[in-house]
Structures are given as C-alpha cells and as structure tokens.
C-alpha cells in the first residue's frame, strides 16, 4: 500500500526563479491532505539553475522529490514521467508558472472526493489569462479534440487535473512515440468532469507555447487520430482531376467549333505551380505519417532519466 495520498506532478522548464515560493504555496493547501508528494521534471533546461533549485528544495523539504531528465522531451513526456514516478493514490498535474494557482488544488481534491467514480478531473479556467492567439489555438485544439476524440462538447480540456492512480497506470500504458495527455484522456474514458478554477496570468519568465509550438501541436494531435489529411489530399485529388476532364471537354468542344484554342501562358504557369506545391505538401503530409510509424516501430524511448533527488529514502540516484 502506498504512505502517499497524492502526488502533485510539475514539468520543469527554466523556472528557477519561481520553484520556492511554488513549494511554500503547494505545502500550505496541501497541509490537510497530508501525506502527500511534489515531484518535479526538470525537462533539461537550458540554464543549471532549475535543477540546482529542485536539488536543494528535495533536501529542503522531505515532500519533494526531483527528477532530472537526460535530454529535453517536451511538457507531456515529462508529464508522463512524473505520472509513471508517483506513488500518490491520486495525481494531480500542474503547471510551473502559477498560471495554476496552488491554491485552487483543493478544489481538485473536493471535487474528486465528491465524484469517487471520476477518471480525472480538470480545471476549467473561469477567466483564461493567454495571450489572444494563445486563446484562439485553445479554441481550435479543443474543436479537434471534439471532432477526433468524440469529446463532449461542455468539457474543457487543460493541464491542471487531478486522477486517481488506477487510471494513471492506464494512462502510461500507451506507449505513443507522440503523447497528448488531453486527447489521450478523453480518447480513454468519458468519466470526466471540469471544475471551475482560477486562472492566473504567467509570473515567471516566457511561456514556452510559441505559435510554431502551437501549430506543430495541433498538427500532431491530428495525426495521432486520424488520416483525414491524407483523405483531404485524396479527395482534393479527385476534385482536381474531375475539374481538369471538364476543362479537357469543353476546350475540345471549343477547337471542334473552330475556337481558336486556349491563350494565356501566365495562367498556365500559376496552375502547374499551384497544383505543383499541393503535391509537395501531400507528400510532406504522407511523410508525417511515415514518420511516426518510424518513431512507433524502432521504439524509442519517450525519455531517460538522469538522477533523482528526494524521496522517503532522502537518497539520491
């Protein structure tokens, strides 16, 4: 039987700066629902700064445990570490930024307690403090996930979300070279309900989320469901070929009434080079899919751990 109740997971990246006062505010909420464990993924930062932080806090304070990644691997891999790291009864996943106020993690608890039945439960932000484009991306990833993932249409995905452990050990059993924890949640189990939560504006640093970030994102989140894509290129095919016979007909019936045939090699020239870039760009999107089937069969891992801090033990590894 696991000592620890819950377990606060918390993907590090160049937050250095922020990662004590994020203990001290974690441990005041989280006091009454002792035992409890922080465990923070430094997702190798660029500055030594974070992890030398979380090194000191883990000797600091016996609720903390630090892990350091081998190479950098994105915020769901080492989301996914910490998951596969806890020992809580229930996990609970947040940001490092304060955008997920500590504060609000015992609306996550109570809610759980009052909904033994939950997979997971997730924060649904009342006033969502990102940037515009930043919002509109959430907008657009949250109508894939929709569309894809048959999610229902009241929830609201996001990071901040509390799971028991039975549902974590299946969480991490899928082994997706490319891991979405959001899609992957709602594509698992319909036992899901939002909680509304406080959502507060990044304090430290800048945010990760670029808008290729956010493109590459969405992009993937597609791939990982379907082939539309490819259906898109498909269809757009038979469009373009069905269109072309018209076009061959009805210039063969002009030249057959004595037309004088087709003028105008500018047109031709932005036609061949229109269609010329679609092509590219289907096989660019065949190449995704190669790709992934790749990253899928040489079975590579997600991450590598490179030392642990903290623990029951207060060894490190």
């Known amino acids: 039987m696991s000592t620890v109740k819950y377990s ?7 937050s250095a700066s922020g ?16 035992p409890f464990e922080v465990i923070f993924v430094n997702d190798q930062s660029p500055d030594s700064e974070t992890w ?10 016996g609720f903390v445990r630090g892990i350091n990644l ?14 596969e790291n806890a020992h809580g009864e229930f996990v609970i996943t947040m940001d490092d930024d304060f955008q997920h106020p500590p504060e609000e993690l015992s609306k996550l608890i109570e809610a759980m307690k009052q909904n033994p039945t939950m997979d997971c439960i997730m924060g649904k932000y009342v006033n969502k403090l990102h940037s515009p484009w930043r919002n509109l991306g959430s907008r657009l990833m949250q109508g894939i996930i929709g569309s894809l993932y048959n999610k229902p249409a009241h929830l609201v995905t996001t990071s901040f979300r509390i799971m028991p452990v039975s549902f974590v050990k299946t969480l991490v059993l899928y082994r997706i070279a490319s891991p979405q924890l959001g899609p992957l949640i709602v594509s698992i189990t319909k036992r899901i309900m939002n909680v509304s939560v406080e959502h507060h504006a990044r304090k430290n640093g800048l945010s990760g989320y670029s808008l290729s970030y956010a493109i590459r994102e969405t992009f993937q989140s597609i791939i990982n469901a379907s082939v539309v894509p490819l259906r898109v290129f498909s269809l757009l095919g038979f469009a373009t ?17 004595g037309g004088t045939g087709v003028a105008g090699f500018t047109s031709l020239i932005l036609t061949i080079s229109f269609f010329g870039g679609m092509l590219l ?11 992934r089937l790749i990253q899928e069969v040489t079975g590579m891992p997600r991450y590598e751990v490179q030392s642990i801090v903290g ?4 060894k490190d590894h």
């Not at 606060?8 to 160049?14: D, G, K, Q, R, T």
């Not at 030398?52 to 304070?61: D, S, T």
């Not at 623990?311 to 207060?314: L, R």
């Open 8 to 14: 606060v997971v918390i993907p590090c990246y160049a």
């Open 70 to 83: 081998l190479y950098n691997v994105g915020q769901f891999r080492a989301t996914l570490c910490g998951l």
């Open 281 to 291: 760009v289907g096989i660019g999107v065949l190449g995704e899919y190669v790709g």
């Open 52 to 61: 030398g932080v979380i090194e000191r806090l883990a000797g600091e304070y």
């Open 241 to 257: 070929a069905g269109v072309a016979f018209l076009f061959g007909i009805y210039y063969l019936t002009r030249w057959s009434m």
């Open 19 to 34: 990662l004590k006062e994020l203990v001290c505010r974690i441990a005041k909420v989280m006091a009454q629902y002792e």
């Open 311 to 314: 623990g029951a033990d207060g």
